[in-house]
């Protein structure tokens, strides 16, 4: 196995969309959201794991979730988790893992991927990580893997490519926000937009010197802390000076502005597991096409839902279609699928 292949493990967000299940105090990869037996968390790092050696799989996470971490994956060892001390999105984050691996590994090829994504075909996957690095090894190149679109999804990022280039990794002309519906239509008639997965692929060279181009400031704040990284003084370091880094995404922060970004259209299944519809797309239904996670139902005009329970409960329904039905605890939701975008806003104004 490779030993300058390194992963940056995306696993600081909270995913309220899903929402009882999901909080923040135990987000969504932390969960068995499939039913397999496997977290999200774990069933990343083991697919990651095929290609990339597990000591040089760093986790990125929130402060309160390391003890999550370290338990649910306990080939781990704690100095491969990267604790954010304050939320402040995924530029500042990357850059700081970046500036780690680039201390211990300045030939390192980095893999940057979220944690919670569903993928099938795990060896298309490994074939397609393999690819990029050397793509990524051979030229100054910040690649990103996109989804050949089923559908006009206008709840994804969208990744347009030059039409004129043959070649299978792609000239990317830019990335467009989440469309509205005829937009996205537009995009599929168009066959050179691609959605935007959020996996990304470069040598930690490429990524550091776009971060000194195009974030001077943000690059020469990190950078003050280089003696200290990978040392005993990292902690107190980053705990300072963390939270004064702008919020700033890494498609705003680099992406949109270096003429060297390139992708490559992903040969495997992927769903990004964004609400409980994307779950449902994903799990196996009944005959009524309900899909039914840890519970026991009885069930009699019901079709189209996705039900879920802790424990086997009993769940008895009449007469509903195209429902969420998730029961954790002391909350039971029931919510109309169509409607699922609205999860967010409604955990917002409990919060309040």
Known sequence: MNKNYYAILMAGGVGSRFWPVSTAEYPKQFHDMLG?????????FSRLSQIIPKENILILTNESYNDIVLEQL???K????????????????????????????PN??????PSDHWIEDEEQFVANVENSFQFCEMQDTLMTLGILPTFPNTGYGYIEYDKLDRRPVKKVVQFREKPDYATARQFIQSRNFLWNAGIFIWSVKSIVSAFEKFQPEMYNHFLKGWEAYNTSTEKNFIEENYPLAENISIDYAILEKAPN????????????????GSL???LDKDESDNAIVNASVYLENATHNIIRTEGKKLVVIDGLKDYIIVDKENVLLIYPKNKEQDIKKIVGKLNQ
């Open 36 to 44: 397999t037996g496997e977290t999200l968390i774990q069933k990343t």
């Open 74 to 76: 306990p080939l781990v």
């Open 78 to 105: 704690k100095e491969q988790i990267i604790l954010e001390p304050a939320m402040r999105n995924t530029a500042p984050c990357i850059l700081y893992a970046s500036l780690k691996i680039k201390k211990q590994n």
């Open 108 to 113: 390192a090829l980095v893999l940057v991927a």
């Open 261 to 276: 970004v390139f992708v490559l259209s992903a040969t495997f299944d992927w769903n990004d597991l964004g609400t409980w």
């Open 280 to 282: 449902y797309d994903k």
